[in-house]
């Protein structure tokens, strides 16, 4: 077994962060400056050698970027409500949202790019300034006038994730799926797997599941005649998605998970995982959804 210490880092940028202190050092934190976050265990090689290499680059900075480390080992919940699977994960935040992020190890010269990346959202020229305006008129419903602020943005910056990521959820706003899906497609290497993109994604998925769903009073008449009928569950899940009704969607997936985690090859935990994907991180129907599901997997 490997040693549990890793080396050393100055204080001010590099610290372990538990589940008591995530919400501080790393979601307000990122209101302020870029917070990269290293999902870690002592047993872990790879995380080994990622670890030292991303705490160095993080040092060559000097303060434009920050990382939090985090023992899965001891913060097991906290593992699973960020969907941590395999390990090392890393993922970076920026004005309390997730960014950017991998998983497993990179060379020296890929993680110095993905430093300088993030440290550059804080000093960007006013273009994360331009992306929360663009949120602004998306969630007003202004939906044109987002997308093309959004893509005046990627032709500053064409690898920003939450710019691309704006612009894909603008394209479905403006109920253009075939172009929302070709955007993800097509989306850089480099940001391809970012939790901006992916959370696009699960909202087009969802988006064409809903086309899908059957009634909602006829499955709950099934639901309520034979609690055992994971299916009708499961597409009763579906149909109140499909109305808007997200709370009451989980409900139902937490119920059938429950009942039978297995089911369906853990249909359940996957449909719920592609809705928190689809939320707001700090949206309270994903975090208390996130926080059951982990006292189910963990109990």
């Not at 870029?34 to 090689?45: E, K, N, Q, S, T």
């Not at 899908?212 to 639901?223: I, R």
Request: hydrophobic share 50%; charged share 25%.
């Amino acid at each position: 077994m490997f040693g549990t210490e890793k080396p050393a880092a100055p204080a001010a940028f590099v610290k372990d962060v538990t589940e008591a202190d995530f919400m501080v050092e790393v979601i307000e934190k990122s209101q302020e400056v870029p917070v990269i976050v290293d999902f870690w265990a002592p047993w872990c090689g790879p995380c080994r050698q990622l670890g030292p290499a991303l705490e160095a680059a993080v040092n060559d900075a000097k303060g434009k970027v920050v990382m939090a480390k985090v023992n899965v080992d001891e913060n097991q919940m906290l593992a699973g409500q960020m969907q941590v699977q395999s390990i090392p994960t890393v993922y970076a935040f920026w004005q309390g949202q997730p960014v950017d992020g991998f998983q497993g190890a990179l060379p020296g010269s890929e993680l110095k790019k993905f430093v300088e990346k993030l440290a550059a959202m804080a000093g960007d020229g006013g273009l994360a300034d331009a992306v929360t305006a663009a949120e602004e008129m998306l969630a007003e419903g202004a939906a044109e006038d987002a997308a093309e602020t959004f893509a005046a943005i990627l032709e500053e910056a064409p690898e920003m994730p939450e710019a691309l990521g704006g612009l894909i959820r603008a394209r479905i706003a403006l109920g253009q799926l075939d172009e929302a899906e070709a955007l993800i497609e097509g989306a850089p290497a480099a940001i391809k797997g970012s939790a901006a993109i992916e959370a696009a994604r699960a909202q087009l998925h969802l988006l064409r599941q809903a086309a899908e769903a059957g009634p909602v009073a006829e499955l709950t008449a099934e639901v309520e005649a034979d609690p055992a009928n994971h299916q009708a569950r499961f597409d009763l899940a579906k149909a109140l998605h499909a109305e808007g009704r997200v709370e009451e969607a989980v409900e139902q997936l937490l119920e059938l998970f429950r009942r039978d985690r297995e089911w369906n090859d853990g249909a359940a935990k996957a449909q719920l995982f592609t809705i928190f994907e689809a939320l707001k991180p700090n949206d309270p129907i994903a975090q208390k959804g996130r926080r059951r599901l982990s006292s189910m997997i963990f109990a």
